[in-house]
């Protein structure tokens, strides 16, 4: 009959067994989590100091210690002092398996992180919460926190605000939380992962409870010495270190040697890890783990008296952690955090829409304004590039005037000079003409008039065609000082004849009086004219007047 009760209640709690793992893991991570998070992220405070010196001997004064440092830091507005202080009342009410208050714990600093943008915190929050999602069987979001705080610490990382050890954190929880599920495999890859980064950083400690979880995980797989050897290597580092975790360590090893048929040891473990928890009032979870392993040792051994002891004991302190009452809270995942994130988040939007709206008026007034200053400035430098542009017309039209004014007066000069120069030469062609004259009718009367003398005389006043083209041409030249210029710079074929015919055709000489001028017949006259057309490169019906004029 006894038996037969022992198997009944061994059914019963074989279903919960998992459940019970996986909080074993739990509280095992919190300690973790707390003890890297003490050594890093905070800095020492002495309530703080004092709560964690009772919090293995007398939790209620430990409570009462993190309470007071949490509403004093707020007070002070020490948001960061704060959050340690709450997370460290969190973890301590999660090992006296409050788990409501925990749970509140947790995500009141979570919402003082995130709003204080505190990335580490956050990280450290968001894994004690994948935790307690993993404790109630919600794996999907157990695992998205999980990756929320990995995510975090490997941006901080990248900006150097954190060290490789974080990581080592990170992984340990991944690889618990797949060994738990049975995911053996997975788990071991993640304490690869563990021991890759402290090949890479050497100066990471060994961290000893990866140690332990990975010497488990060998034993799981059969090879019991080595596993053994780790667990039992860790046990001197816990004893020094953090005596509470004794727990586990003596746990697991009391499950190993279980599982390799040494049943004396496995026995003597399992005692030991009940005393441990006796001793330092922690992990009452596991507690309940090792009353299960022992009556199933005591079944295998038959004796039954100590197997239903075990079992009683276990489904007390089961009772105690998972009631109904006690853990109602939970269950219904009253998550404060999104209900209070999405109400900031609905205040964030509304604003964010009125502040859109003022930025669009603002960015239509200053387009509009925009606008008109840019058709102002256009309309003005238009009108003033017209008015520019007019006065310099204006100049122009003006500076043209002046420049017609002045050539007419200089062609009127011009015109003047060689007009005066024309009738000049021309006295000079009827003054020989006069002499000519003269001396022809001296020649007819030759009775009482000396010839001779009288020829000398009119020499002496006739000008030669050479002495007259002379004069002629120094005046031509005065007044006419670019005329053979252009002349010979366009024509440099041009001879000393051609150029007199050019000069004389300028001022409109006749073919006479050029042959007077020039002392050659008119008939050398038109010769000459030809042949210049010929140089110039005219053509029969082009103008040699005109055609000089333009010199």
Not at 146 to 174: C, D, P, T, V, W
Request: glycine share 2%; with cysteine; aromatic share 12%.
């Amino acid at each position: 009959m006894i038996f037969f009760l022992v198997n009944c209640k061994l059914t019963i709690l074989t279903n919960l067994t998992l459940m019970k793992l996986i909080y074993f893991i739990y509280c095992s991570s919190l300690l973790f989590f707390n003890i890297c998070i003490s050594q890093t992220n905070f800095t020492k405070d002495s309530l703080l100091t004092k709560a964690n010196s009772l919090k293995f001997k007398n939790q209620d004064s430990a409570i009462f210690y993190l309470n007071k440092g949490y509403k004093l830091r707020l007070q002070q507005k020490d948001t960061l002092k704060a959050i340690e202080f709450l997370t460290s009342l969190s973890d301590l009410y999660a090992h006296q398996i409050n788990y409501e208050k925990s749970y509140d714990g947790y995500w009141e600093a979570l919402l003082l992180a995130d709003k204080s943008k505190d990335s580490i915190s956050k990280a450290n929050i968001y894994l004690g919460l994948g935790w307690l999602y993993t404790f109630y069987k919600r794996n999907d979001e157990a695992l998205k926190y999980f990756e929320h705080s990995l995510s975090i610490r490997k941006k901080l990382m990248a900006s150097k605000k954190l060290n490789n050890g974080f990581l080592i954190q990170s992984y340990f929880s991944f690889a618990s939380f797949h060994r738990v599920n049975e995911n053996n495999e997975i788990a071991s890859k993640y304490l690869d992962s563990i021991n890759y980064v402290r090949e890479i950083n050497p100066s990471i400690e060994i961290d000893f409870y990866s140690k332990s979880e990975s010497g488990y995980l060998l034993t799981l797989k059969g090879d019991y010495d080595t596993g053994l050897q780790k667990l039992k290597s860790s046990l001197e580092y816990f004893k020094k270190n953090n005596p509470s975790y004794l727990v586990i360590v003596y746990a697991l090893l009391g499950k190993t040697y279980r599982l390799k048929g040494n049943l004396t040891d496995s026995e003597k473990y399992f005692i030991k890890s009940l005393e441990v928890s006796s001793i330092y009032n922690s992990h009452l979870d596991y507690k309940l783990i090792v009353f299960e392993e022992l009556h199933k040792l005591y079944s295998e051994q038959q004796n039954f008296l100590l197997a239903n002891e075990s079992l009683v004991k276990a489904k007390d302190l089961h009772e105690k952690i998972y009631s109904v009452q006690n853990n109602q809270h939970l269950f219904e995942i009253k998550d404060k955090y999104r209900i209070e994130q999405k109400k900031q988040e609905d205040i964030a939007k509304q604003q964010r829409i009125l502040q859109l709206e003022q930025e669009d008026k603002v960015w239509m007034l200053k387009s509009i304004i925009l606008i008109v200053t840019i058709v102002f400035i256009l309309l003005f430098g238009y009108l003033s590039i017209r008015n520019i542009r007019n006065k310099h017309k204006s100049e122009k039209l003006i500076i043209r005037e002046r420049q017609k004014e002045r050539l007419k007066r200089h062609q009127e000069v011009l015109e003047l000079k060689n007009k005066e120069l024309t009738e000049s030469a021309l006295r000079l062609i009827e003054k020989d003409e006069f002499i000519s004259s003269i001396k022809t009718r001296l020649s007819d009367q030759k009775d009482n008039v000396d010839v001779s003398v009288i020829k000398r005389i009119l020499k002496s006043i006739q000008g030669t065609p050479q002495s007259n083209w002379s004069e002629f041409e120094a005046r031509f030249t005065t007044i006419n000082q670019s005329f053979y210029k252009g002349l010979k710079s366009n024509f440099p074929q041009l001879k000393q004849t051609d150029l007199k015919i050019c000069a004389l055709v300028k001022l409109n000489f006749p073919s006479k009086d050029m042959s007077k001028l020039l002392g050659i017949s008119v008939e050398s006259v038109h010769t000459s004219r030809h042949r210049l057309r010929k140089k110039l490169g005219l053509n029969r019906n082009d103008n040699l007047e005109e055609f000089i004029n333009k010199f």
